[in-house]
């Protein structure tokens, strides 16, 4: 993924994805890139939004799960698609680290960056932000270490908790990042992912090394013309013929004008209306409806990856013993009534 002028940052998409690995999702603020409290997130922000002109690949932050003694302890800075990481930054280094790696794309010595070999999983579920990704993305994490586990891919797939990644109204969503078939090192968001999808996506996209088309939502770095390009061959070698209405707006800031890493509601986010127009869906769910799909989940109700939940597949046992009482109660009110009069 090649550099590009900050001139105007609204004609290209974000080209690196930083992830710093801090605390978890349960203690996450609504804004921890603003919180007060947590520094080294709100000063890392600050200092690339800073150096936001002189930054020659435009920088997209998340947040991902940090525990010390593990594979990504708090500090650690995971970079995309360079697959580095670089041990344990503190509030006193953030300016240094931008400037140096961020911004002159060299080195930070003190850190001494390791290079990453895995694929990794970043599931947002930022549930303070918005609770669908709270409902969701716990559950799609453990879906996902359990196929790593069935795959004996300990350690070569990791899996964690991300922060706000936009587009809550395709939750649960889902970034993969890895190295391609030819070697290239791409990342993926999927949208609308459930937990019995994700054993499908896993075969799909990280064994097979194949796109799931149907869920996805965007290629990090690749323009709005690349993407719809991409998807169409993908189609084209999938004997799919008729591509109308299956093109696929790539991945993008939702604001005009903004940098990724703007303050703004949905920074970061890959857009993709054809996928949310194929599925019907509003962004206005309540927590309750995907408490409801995990229930149906559970029971083992199949669910199909070509459309979310209808009215009709939400219609709950307990709705209808309720419009059961109902019906019940008008009969023995119509029967009174009637007795009333004779």
């Not at 650690?76 to 794309?105: A, Q």
């Not at 947002?124 to 069935?150: A, K, Q, T, Y």
């Not at 499908?200 to 996805?216: K, N, P, T, V, Y």
């Not at 127009?277 to 927590?287: A, L, M, N, T």
């Amino acid at each position: 993924m090649g550099s590009s002028s900050n001139s105007s940052s609204s004609d290209f998409f974000y080209r690196r994805h930083v992830f710093l690995c801090y605390k978890n999702p349960a203690v996450w603020p609504p804004r921890i890139e603003a919180a007060e409290f947590d520094r080294l997130p709100r000063l890392l922000h600050a200092a690339i939004n800073a150096r936001k002109p002189h930054i020659k690949k435009e920088t997209c932050l998340t947040i991902c799960e940090g525990h010390d003694g593990t594979e990504t302890s708090n500090g650690d800075v995971l970079i995309f698609p360079d697959m580095i990481r670089y041990r344990r930054l503190t509030h006193f280094d953030v300016e240094t680290f931008v400037e140096e790696v961020i911004v002159k794309e060299g080195e930070w010595l003190p850190g001494n960056p390791e290079s990453l070999k895995a694929s990794y999983v970043f599931v947002c579920s930022h549930g303070s932000r918005d609770r669908r990704c709270g409902v969701f993305g716990p559950v799609l994490v453990s879906r996902f270490r359990e196929e790593i586990g069935l795959h004996g891919l300990q350690g070569k797939v990791l899996v964690s908790s991300c922060s706000h990644i936009g587009g809550n109204k395709y939750a649960g969503n889902v970034i993969i990042i890895g190295s391609s078939i030819n070697g290239e090192v791409t990342g993926h968001l999927y949208g609308y992912v459930t937990p019995d999808g994700v054993p499908l996506l896993f075969r799909q996209h990280i064994i097979a090394g194949e796109i799931f088309d149907s869920l996805w939502r965007g290629q990090i770095g690749l323009s709005e013309d690349e993407q719809k390009k991409k998807q169409e061959q993908r189609l084209q070698l999938n004997g799919a013929r008729n591509l109308e209405g299956n093109t696929v707006a790539g991945s993008r800031c939702q604001t005009v004008g903004e940098s990724c890493c703007q303050d703004n509601e949905d920074s970061c986010c890959c857009q993709n209306d054809v996928l949310e127009e194929r599925r019907e869906v509003s962004g206005d769910h309540k927590s309750k409806e995907n408490l409801n799909v995990l229930r149906r989940i559970n029971k083992g109700v199949s669910h199909k990856f070509s459309s979310m939940p209808t009215w009709l597949d939400s219609w709950e046992q307990e709705d209808t013993y309720a419009a059961l009482a109902v019906v019940c109660a008008a009969v023995s009110v119509a029967i009174a009534y009637s007795c009333y009069k004779q």
